[in-house]
């Protein structure tokens, strides 16, 4: 039997409810822990920010272990080339890649979705998986919707 593909319908009308209702911060803190907490394969779900240095992201709200990785100049990591790239960058085996920032050696892979405001990447949204290669199609077009939907808190 295929396994079932995770209905994200549910994930995203929820994102939707908790947007007008809270603060930037609160909302982005909520939004990681939901995802962290029901999506099966996110194991480390945060948002990077870029306020005060420009072309840096720092971190801001996350659900999943601490990371050293508290700033990222665009083009370190696989979230500095998304910011560079400015489109979502998978890397679904994090072994293969060289220009990669780890926080632990049970992430296996890697998406990071940008946020942006007038075409300029505001922030991130970045999931790290213990699974290897379990971004979908799927995930990328629920991500981009919730990377738009933040995109407005900003
Ligand atoms: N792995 C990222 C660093 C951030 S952590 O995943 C939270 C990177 O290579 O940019």
């Given at each position: 039997?295929?396994?079932?593909?995770?209905?994200?319908?549910?994930?995203?009308?929820?994102?939707?409810?908790?947007?007008?209702?809270?603060?930037?911060?609160?909302?982005?803190?909520?939004?990681?822990?939901?995802?962290?907490?029901?999506?099966?394969?996110?194991?480390?779900?945060?948002?990077?920010?870029?306020?005060?240095?420009?072309?840096?992201?720092?971190?801001?709200?996350?659900a999943?272990?601490?990371?050293?990785?508290?700033?990222?100049?665009?083009?370190?990591?696989i979230?500095?080339?998304?910011?560079?790239?400015?489109?979502?960058?998978?890397?679904?085996?994090?072994?293969?890649?060289?220009?990669?920032?780890?926080?632990?050696?049970?992430?296996?892979?890697?998406?990071?979705?940008?946020?942006?405001?007038?075409g300029?990447?505001?922030?991130?949204?970045?999931?790290?998986?213990?699974?290897?290669?379990?971004?979908?199609?799927?995930?990328?077009q629920?991500?981009?919707?919730v990377?738009?939907?933040?995109?407005?808190?900003?």
């Open positions: 039997m295929l396994p079932t593909e995770f209905d994200f319908a549910p994930l995203l009308e929820y994102v939707k409810d908790i947007i007008p209702q809270y603060e930037r911060d609160d909302a982005l803190q909520i939004i990681s822990e939901i995802l962290r907490e029901n999506v099966p394969h996110y194991d480390w779900v945060g948002f990077y920010i870029v306020e005060d240095k420009p072309d840096v992201l720092e971190l801001g709200p996350y999943g272990d601490p990371t050293e990785h508290t700033q990222i100049p665009f083009g370190r990591g979230c500095g080339q998304a910011a560079i790239r400015k489109e979502t960058f998978i890397v679904q085996d994090v072994t293969q890649e060289k220009n990669y920032l780890s926080c632990s050696t049970a992430v296996m892979s890697e998406i990071v979705v940008p946020i942006f405001s007038a300029k990447v505001i922030g991130e949204l970045d999931i790290d998986s213990h699974s290897r290669a379990p971004f979908k199609e799927e995930d990328k629920f991500l981009e919707t990377a738009l939907l933040v995109a407005t808190l900003f």
